[in-house]
């Protein structure tokens, strides 16, 4: 897909909300407490605050955006939750089917029901599919993704908790890492990422390290991304050995 006339500020799109945790990923989940705030505040899409909903209202937004988007769906819950019906993840994939101006990112951690319903989705070039990996224990899902018919497939390597010792890349284009964030954050080390780095460079697989997660976890105090006024800022600094890594699906070396 032609990317010249995407707009790169990234949206997101709810069409669902709610969860439940799954593996260790997902112990200091943002969006379970972001519901818990927007319920307090009154906002009726939360209402039931992180108990799964979906919302048929909103399959209609990405029709109103004028300009090409890149959009993260879901950023609140799972498409591939259990509870999700199979008929309404068809009906998200029908939007993204008829708005191919869009490039829309999905990300799960239930890639076993990806997997079991990918034969029945129309997977067109505009959606990027993902699978979330926090450590060794999780790597199962990069297979689970890797048979799907999804047209572009990536792995969300965050929060990054725990070294990858094996990493599967074939049938995979692009790769996210990132540390965990937030008071509670587990910290994550050089190493992992030096691994998981060198794994995409010799596969020739897009990297993207999105952050450190806090300054303490840095191995570069230094790092003038920590500084918020710094325009490639990400929380505790984004650079390893000096330079920034946001590779894109085929922008790789």
Same mark, same amino acid.
């Given at each position: 897909?032609?990317?010249?006339?995407? /707009?790169?500020?990234?949206?997101?799109?709810?069409?669902?909300? +709610? %969860?439940?945790?799954?593996?260790?990923? %997902?112990?200091? %989940?943002?969006?379970?407490?972001?519901?818990?705030?927007? =319920?307090?505040?009154?906002?009726?899409?939360?209402?039931?605050?992180?108990?799964?909903?979906?919302?048929?209202?909103?399959?209609?937004?990405?029709?109103?955006?004028?300009?090409?988007?890149?959009?993260?769906?879901?950023?609140?819950?799972?498409?591939?939750?259990?509870?999700?019906?199979?008929?309404?993840?068809?009906?998200?994939?029908?939007?993204?089917?008829?708005?191919?101006?869009?490039?829309?990112?999905?990300?799960?951690?239930?890639? /076993?029901?990806?997997?079991?319903?990918?034969?029945?989705?129309?997977?067109?070039?505009?959606?990027?599919?993902?699978?979330?990996? /926090?450590?060794?224990?999780?790597?199962?899902?990069?297979?689970?993704?890797?048979?799907?018919?999804?047209?572009?497939?990536?792995?969300?390597?965050?929060?990054?908790?725990?070294?990858?010792?094996?990493?599967?890349?074939?049938?995979?284009?692009?790769?996210?890492?990132?540390?965990?964030?937030?008071?509670?954050?587990?910290?994550?080390? =050089?190493?992992?990422?030096?691994?998981?780095?060198?794994?995409?460079?010799?596969?020739?697989?897009?990297?993207?390290?999105?952050?450190?997660?806090?300054?303490?976890?840095?191995?570069?105090?230094?790092?003038?991304?920590?500084?918020?006024?710094?325009?490639?800022?990400?929380? +505790?600094? %984004?650079?390893?050995?000096?330079?920034?890594?946001?590779?894109?699906?085929?922008?790789?070396?």
């Amino acid at each position: 897909m032609a990317q010249s006339n995407i /707009e790169w500020t990234e949206l997101t799109w709810n069409p669902v909300t +709610g %969860c439940t945790k799954i593996s260790p990923g %997902c112990k200091h %989940c943002y969006a379970e407490t972001m519901s818990k705030r927007l =319920k307090a505040m009154g906002v009726e899409k939360y209402k039931d605050g992180f108990n799964i909903r979906t919302h048929g209202d909103s399959l209609n937004i990405p029709f109103g955006w004028k300009k090409s988007k890149v959009v993260f769906v879901n950023s609140m819950s799972d498409l591939f939750h259990p509870d999700v019906p199979v008929e309404f993840i068809k009906s998200v994939f029908a939007v993204m089917n008829k708005t191919p101006q869009h490039i829309y990112q999905v990300l799960t951690k239930r890639s /076993e029901r990806l997997l079991e319903l990918s034969k029945d989705l129309n997977w067109t070039e505009n959606i990027w599919m993902g699978v979330s990996v /926090e450590s060794e224990d999780y790597i199962f899902r990069i297979g689970e993704l890797a048979k799907t018919d999804a047209k572009t497939k990536f792995l969300s390597i965050e929060p990054l908790i725990a070294p990858i010792k094996t990493l599967d890349l074939k049938r995979i284009d692009w790769v996210i890492v990132g540390g965990e964030s937030g008071h509670k954050a587990r910290p994550i080390k =050089k190493e992992w990422i030096d691994f998981v780095k060198a794994e995409c460079n010799k596969k020739k697989v897009a990297f993207f390290f999105k952050q450190w997660g806090k300054p303490k976890f840095n191995n570069n105090p230094s790092d003038p991304t920590i500084g918020t006024e710094h325009p490639q800022h990400a929380k +505790g600094g %984004c650079q390893l050995d000096g330079k920034v890594y946001r590779e894109m699906p085929g922008t790789a070396a």
